[in-house]
């Protein structure tokens, strides 16, 4: 049974009741021994939809946990921000006498993540073959930077590496300039849920064969699989694909513009109906209306002249005017947000995309709602990231050891546990107009 900081809410998933109580994952053990970003936040995805998430760490702690100090030393708002629904027990697996407590916690698991090099699992016995044994029923997930053979599985990896290999820098940025890294780490987080989505195909295979599997995830994957509008029309012309900044390989115009007072917005003409909607907005400017602009194959030829031209029009007036006639006339328009814009976006607050986590020492702090939402599952975040050791004693009287046994842990150094945090009402609230 889960309690402690981890909470039932009537959230976006749905109302609360004895049916919409029942969340999608409920019943699901998962051991998390990952750490950093992708296997962390995957693992906090399978806790919002009701997965039981253990998270196994050093005494020294996940090293997120120090990667700033933004509630303070060694509980930093990243760490914060990508391990919610799950608790913590501290294991100190260099320790000889760490291996039982490890195979209880595999035993009694339906998922083991990993997020080490093959090597190092295979030194440390950690590897699928090993724990198999003790849970045939285990699905087991290794998340890695490049994968678990060839030349680059056995290098230290991270998300900039996997968007450098990937290609994806190599396609972000502008004409003529240096590659730019997305600005969010976008490889670590098509990992978490590339990870979700297999832990979850996993079970209902398991469901079938009554057999766990091993699952592995890799970023540099994740990010070639975002190319699949582009790598086919590239293999058939070879064409190295431009950086475009904001624009589209494939599609004239979609792209930001600037207005006159230096604001940038979109404008995205995804097919040649909306060009034609845009049409009667251009006449006034000049003749847009020739052969050569026609269908958009036409209009990529042309596309530097094309978007000069109309950077030309945008620039006389002001974004909100803009958007304004766009959107009467039927064309894909946006404003550019940066954070704090977009926390003020009405479409944001309306879908609950970020919500509120109460922590009983830090307060309010906000996260990304889970993404996906079930009509009668409340499937939000289910409470805030644990302290370092925070639920380590009673998940070891869960595994069967008694409060002597696991005190006898503890002196020797295996596991270790802080004092619970004074509990408080946990909750997850929405944001909210301004």
Not at 108 to 114: C, G, I, K, W
Not at 164 to 174: I, K, N, P, R
Not at 326 to 351: K, R, S, T
Not at 391 to 399: D, G, P, Q, V
Request: aromatic share 6%.
């Amino acid at each position: 049974m889960i309690d402690g900081n981890l909470i039932t809410h009537d959230g976006p998933g749905g109302p609360a009741s004895d049916l919409t109580n029942l969340l999608p994952l409920d019943g699901v053990r998962v051991v998390d021994l990952t750490h950093v970003a992708a296997g962390p936040y995957g693992t906090s995805l399978l806790g919002d939809f009701g997965a039981d998430v253990v998270k196994v760490e050093p005494p020294s702690g996940d090293s997120m946990r120090d990667v700033d100090a933004g509630f303070g030393p060694h509980e930093s708002s990243y760490f914060f921000g990508v391990n919610r629904s799950k608790r913590s027990l501290v294991l100190d697996l260099k320790n000889k006498d760490s291996r039982g407590v490890l195979e209880r916690l595999v035993a009694d698991a339906d998922v083991l993540a990993v997020a080490y090099r093959p090597d190092a699992l295979r030194r440390m016995g950690l590897d699928y073959e090993t724990l198999r044994k003790i849970n045939p029923r285990l699905i087991y997930v290794s998340i890695t930077a490049f994968g678990e053979d060839g030349p680059r599985a056995h290098q230290p990896g991270m998300d900039i590496l996997a968007q450098a290999l990937s290609g994806l820098m190599g396609v972000t940025g502008e004409d003529g300039r240096a590659p730019v890294k997305v600005g969010a780490p976008v490889g670590d987080f098509i990992g978490s849920f590339l990870f979700g989505l297999g832990v979850c195909a996993a079970l209902r295979l398991r469901d079938k064969t009554g057999v766990g599997d091993h699952i592995s995830i890799n970023l540099l994957d994740g990010l070639v699989s975002v190319f699949a509008n582009i790598i086919t029309p590239f293999d058939t012309t070879r064409k190295p694909v431009r950086r475009l900044g904001g624009g589209h390989p494939q599609l004239v115009p979609y792209q930001p513009f600037v207005d006159s007072e230096g604001k940038y917005f979109i404008l995205a003409c995804l097919n040649d109906k909306f060009w034609h909607n845009l049409l009667p907005l251009l006449d006034e400017y000049g003749d847009f209306r020739i052969p050569e602009y026609e269908l958009n194959e036409g209009r990529v030829e042309q596309r530097d002249k094309l978007c000069a031209d109309l950077q030309k029009i945008f620039v006389q007036q002001r974004s909100s005017d803009w958007l304004a006639k766009l959107e009467e006339a039927g064309v894909p328009c946006g404003p550019i947000h940066d954070l704090a814009d977009m926390l003020e976006e009405p479409q944001i607050i309306a879908n609950q995309s970020v919500i509120h986590l109460t922590h009983p020492k830090h307060g309010e702090y906000l996260v990304p709602n889970n993404p996906i939402r079930f009509e009668n599952a409340p499937t939000g975040p289910r409470g805030y990231a644990p302290g370092l050791g925070e639920h380590t004693r009673e998940i070891l009287k869960e595994s069967g050891y008694s409060a002597e046994e696991v005190e006898d842990l503890i002196s020797n150094g295996v596991v270790s546990s802080i004092e619970r945090t004074a509990d408080v009402a946990p909750s997850a609230t929405a944001l909210s107009s301004t």
